[in-house]
C-alpha cells in the first residue's frame, strides 16, 4: 500500500490516476460514439443530454450480437458454466472406497446446482450483458459484487485501476457522485462545514463525491471509503484476494497497461468510414428525392398557374419553359454504395452475423452455414481465454463466498473441490474433439460391424460424445453395472422360461403314465395274459 493510501485522501489519489486513464477514456468514447453513443458518452453529458444518432446501424447490432453470444456462451441458460472438480489425489482416495465417488459426484452437482440457482435469482444476467458490451466498445469494465444485492457495472468513467506487471489489480478507486441529503447523519454533519454558503446553509441539492477503493494488501482485498475527503465509518473490510468483491475487467491484456482496449478499436476504421459514407449517401439521396421544377422567366408558362393547378387541370404554358431539376449523381452515389456494401460485410464478419455466416447461392447447405459459424467462433479463442480467468473465475468465487456466509451453502475443505470454467475456450476444445470423433467413427465404418464390436469400447465412446457435447449423461446411459444386472435378470428370466416349457413338456408325459399304470392296475388279468 502506498503513502497516498496511508494520508487518506482518495480524491487526490483519484485526480492523480484520471490523467493515466484519459488517454483509454477518449479513445473509448470515440468508438460509442459510432455505435452506442450513450454508452460511454462525452465528459460534459448529463442526465438531459441529446445524444447524436449515428447515420448506420451496423455498429450497434454488431455490439448488442456480439454481446448476446458472449452472454449465451460463458453463462449459458439451465447450464452450469462451471464444474467443482476434486483434485487427483483426492478422487484416488475416494475411488478406494466402493460407490463413495458416485456420491461425491452427486453432491457436487448439487453443489452447482444451488450456486447456479442463486446467480439466476439474482437478476445478474442483464449486468453481465451490460458489461460485455462496455467490454466490447469501451475495453474496460468493472463490476461490484455487494454481500447482499445485485451487481453493479460502473463504466471507465467511474473508476481507475493499478496493476502490477503480471496484470494483477492492487488498487482501484471508484467515484460516485450522490445527493447530500442521501448520506448518513453523522457523515452529513462531518461534511457539512466545508459545503455551506455565505448563509451558513447546505443547499439541498448539494451532491457529494463518494470515493471507495479496494486495494491490495498482505495478500488480501481490503476497503475504506471517503466522502469529501471525511472517512466513512464502519466501512473498511477486507477479503482473500481470490474471493474479491470487485473484478476490473478489460477485453484484451497488454503487459505494462493498466486498461485494455476494445474490439470496436480494432474495427473504428471501418466504422468511420461507415458513417461518413453512409451520412453523404443519405444527404445524396435526400437531395436527389427533391421534386423541384424550375421555369423559365422568359417563357410563356406562369409558375403559379402550375402550382394552383388542380390534378387534371388545363393550363396554359409551354412544356419546354417548364424542367425538373435533377442531381444527376446517380454514378458517384452508385460508387458510395458499393463501398457500403463492402465494409457493411467485413463488419459483419467481424461482429459474428448471421448475414456473414451465409454466403449469396442458390444452393447452401447446413454443413456449409456450421462450418462457417464455428470458424467465427474460433476467432474469439483468445478473448474467451481472457474472460475465462478474469471474468467468470473470479465472478464464480465470489458467489459462492457470498452463499457460504450466508449459510446457503455448505463450506467445502479447501483446496479439496475448486470451480473449473467449462463455457468458452472449453467448449471450443470439445467442439474440436465432437469433430474428430465423428471422423475417426466414419474412418472406422469400412471395417464393419463386426470388426468394430471386437475392438472398440462403445461405452468409452459414447460417454466421451456426451462429454464433447457438454451433457450430463450421469443417470442417460447406463452403467457397466446396470448392463450386467440386465444380462443376470435376461439369463434368470430366459432360465425360468426354459423350465417352464420344460415343466409343460414333463406334464403330458407323466399324466400318460399314470393313466397307463391305472389301468393295468384296474385290469390285472392283463398282464398276466
Same mark, same amino acid.
Given at each position: ?17 484520471? %490523467?493515466?486513464?484519459?488517454? !483509454? ?242 474495427? %473504428? ?70 463501398? #457500403? ?61 457470498? %452463499? ?23 467448449? %471450443? ?25 471386437? !475392438? ?20 442417460? #446411459? ?52
Amino acid at each position: 500500500m502506498d503513502e497516498m493510501t496511508n494520508k487518506g485522501d482518495l480524491a487526490a489519489q483519484y485526480d492523480h490516476l484520471v %490523467l493515466e486513464r484519459e488517454v !483509454f477514456l477518449e479513445r473509448a468514447r470515440e468508438c460509442s460514439k459510432v455505435t452506442i453513443p450513450m454508452l460511454i458518452p462525452p465528459s460534459t453529458s448529463g442526465k438531459h443530454t441529446n445524444y447524436p444518432t449515428p447515420y448506420q446501424s451496423i455498429g450497434a447490432r454488431g455490439v448488442n450480437n456480439l454481446a448476446s453470444k458472449l452472454l449465451l456462451s460463458l453463462f449459458p441458460p439451465n447450464s452450469p458454466f462451471f464444474s467443482m472438480r476434486v483434485d487427483d489425489f483426492t478422487a484416488q482416495e475416494i475411488a478406494q472406497e466402493e460407490g463413495a465417488r458416485a456420491k461425491v459426484d452427486e453432491a457436487l452437482g448439487k453443489y452447482e446446482r444451488a450456486v447456479m440457482q442463486s446467480i439466476e435469482d439474482s437478476g445478474d444476467r442483464s449486468a453481465h450483458f451490460e458489461a460485455l458490451k462496455h467490454m466490447i466498445v469501451g475495453g474496460n469494465v468493472l463490476l461490484h459484487l455487494p454481500k447482499d444485492g445485485s451487481t453493479r457495472v460502473y463504466p471507465l468513467s467511474r473508476y481507475v485501476v493499478t496493476r502490477d506487471p503480471s496484470g494483477e489489480m492492487l488498487k482501484c478507486i471508484i467515484m460516485e457522485e450522490m445527493n447530500y441529503k442521501n448520506l448518513p447523519k453523522e457523515i452529513a454533519e462531518a461534511v457539512a462545514e466545508g459545503m455551506k454558503n455565505e448563509h451558513g446553509e447546505v443547499s439541498p441539492t448539494a451532491t457529494v463525491k463518494l470515493h471507495t477503493c479496494f486495494h491490495l494488501e498482505d495478500g488480501k482485498i481490503k476497503s475504506f471509503q471517503e466522502v469529501n475527503g471525511v472517512r466513512v465509518p464502519d466501512s473498511e473490510g477486507q477479503w482473500p484476494k481470490e474471493k474479491s468483491p470487485v473484478v476490473a475487467l478489460r477485453w484484451t491484456r497488454i503487459d505494462g497497461e493498466d486498461y485494455g482496449r476494445g474490439y470496436v478499436e480494432e474495427y %473504428l476504421g471501418d466504422l468511420i468510414s461507415m458513417e461518413g459514407l453512409s451520412k453523404a449517401l443519405l444527404e445524396g439521396a435526400t437531395a436527389a428525392a427533391r421534386l423541384v421544377f424550375l421555369v423559365n422567366p422568359n417563357g410563356v408558362t406562369r409558375a403559379r398557374d402550375v402550382l394552383n393547378a388542380e390534378n387534371g387541370a388545363a393550363v396554359a404554358g409551354n412544356p419546354q419553359d417548364i424542367v425538373p431539376l435533377q442531381v444527376q449523381k446517380q454514378a458517384d452515389m452508385s460508387v458510395a454504395e458499393r463501398q #457500403i456494401a463492402s465494409i457493411a460485410d467485413r463488419l459483419a464478419y467481424a461482429f459474428l452475423m448471421n448475414s456473414a455466416v451465409q454466403r449469396q447461392g442458390e444452393r447452401v447447405t447446413a454443413e456449409e452455414v456450421r462450418y462457417m459459424a464455428g470458424e467465427l467462433e474460433d476467432a474469439l479463442g483468445g478473448v474467451y481465454s481472457i474472460l475465462s480467468q478474469e471474468y467468470q473465475l473470479p465472478y464464480v468465487n465470489r458467489v459462492i463466498a457470498r %452463499l457460504t456466509k450466508m449459510k446457503k451453502l455448505p463450506s467445502l475443505p479447501k483446496g479439496v473441490a475448486t470451480p473449473t470454467i467449462v463455457t468458452g475456450l472449453e467448449a %471450443l476444445g470439445r467442439g474440436h474433439d465432437l469433430n474428430k470423433y465423428d471422423m475417426f467413427l466414419k474412418a472406422l465404418m469400412p471395417l464393419g460391424p463386426e470388426v468394430l464390436g471386437q !475392438f472398440m469400447n462403445v461405452g468409452d465412446y459414447i460417454t466421451r460424445i456426451g462429454t464433447s457435447l457438454g451433457i450430463d449423461i450421469d443417470g442417460l #446411459i447406463k452403467t457397466p453395472e446396470q448392463m450386467q444386472q440386465e444380462q443376470q435378470a435376461a439369463q434368470q428370466k430366459q432360465q425360468q422360461a426354459q423350465m417352464m416349457d420344460m415343466a409343460k413338456g414333463a406334464v403330458p408325459a407323466i399324466a400318460k403314465e399314470g393313466a397307463a399304470a391305472m389301468a393295468a392296475n384296474m385290469n390285472p388279468n392283463q398282464g398276466a395274459q
